[in-house]
């Protein structure tokens, strides 16, 4: 019962926040600030409404001041409403250019500035891979890229696809990791405390006199630093239940 309230209750912020964020686009459209304020929309009551428990430590993702790419993992479409509580200023993100037909939210998505790719047609889709680089070189907005290329549904860290590091070298900016705890697979939205989560991001990774020979490496790197994060907050996050349950253990 909890569970279908709670899905009638986030269809209903789905749309409201989308009609709010398309207001707002139409207001100010394509300013690269409008995709932080329309995931705050979509995070906060959301959070709330599911009764995820979430923990930061963004300090350095909150106050990194120039362009970068941001790189996370991605687990589920619960995504937009648990990343979207640490979205930094003047941030864009890449997605499929199908978006663009989901009502209200694909809408919003075009308007806050995002970068759409067309992914069936290669010249369009580079052309849109050179407007990201010029993005990040002159117009201080940093972007955001899920690497995997899709969700991996709580099961692990999937293999990286290079346009996110050949992005980056492009344009001499570092990347910075952004690491979130398995949740996916382990939230109970039939209880009142569905689950807890932590988003850490790590130090950034310089891609400063880096060639496309340097990908490979570059890739390997980070996937290694994001998979041992992943598996620290994991365990961090495990601690209490096993301190809660030991005691009546044999």
């Not at 409403?81 to 199908?98: E, H, M, Q």
């Amino acid at each position: 019962m909890l569970f279908l309230l709670r899905m009638l209750l986030m269809g209903l912020h789905f749309i409201l926040a989308g009609v709010v964020g398309i207001l707002i686009g139409l207001c100010r459209p394509f300013n690269p600030d409008n995709s932080r304020l329309c995931a705050r929309l979509y995070s906060w009551p959301a959070l709330r409404i599911l009764r995820l428990k979430l923990k930061t430590q963004t300090d350095g993702l909150r106050d990194h001041a120039s362009s970068c790419v941001m790189i996370a993992n991605h687990q589920s479409n619960y995504d937009l409403f648990v990343l979207g509580a640490v979205v930094p200023k003047r941030t864009v993100s890449i997605g499929k250019k199908s978006l663009k037909w989901v009502p209200f939210f694909g809408q919003l998505y075009w308007l806050a500035g995002n970068v759409l790719i067309d992914r069936g047609n290669a010249i369009k889709a580079k052309r849109a891979m050179l407007t990201t680089t010029d993005t990040l070189q002159h117009k201080d907005t940093s972007i955001w890229v899920f690497p995997e290329g899709t969700r991996n549904l709580g099961k692990g860290l999937l293999p990286f696809k290079r346009g996110a590091f050949q992005m980056a070298i492009a344009a001499g900016v570092p990347i910075l990791p952004v690491c979130v705890s398995t949740y996916s697979s382990h939230m109970q939205l039939n209880r009142w405390n569905s689950g807890n989560v932590t988003i850490r991001s790590l130090a950034p990774i310089s891609t400063q006199g880096m060639s496309t020979d340097d990908i490979p490496a570059l890739m390997e790197k980070c996937h290694a630093q994001m998979q041992a994060a992943i598996a620290e907050l994991d365990r961090e996050i495990a601690a209490p239940t096993l301190a809660t349950i030991a005691p009546v253990l044999p």
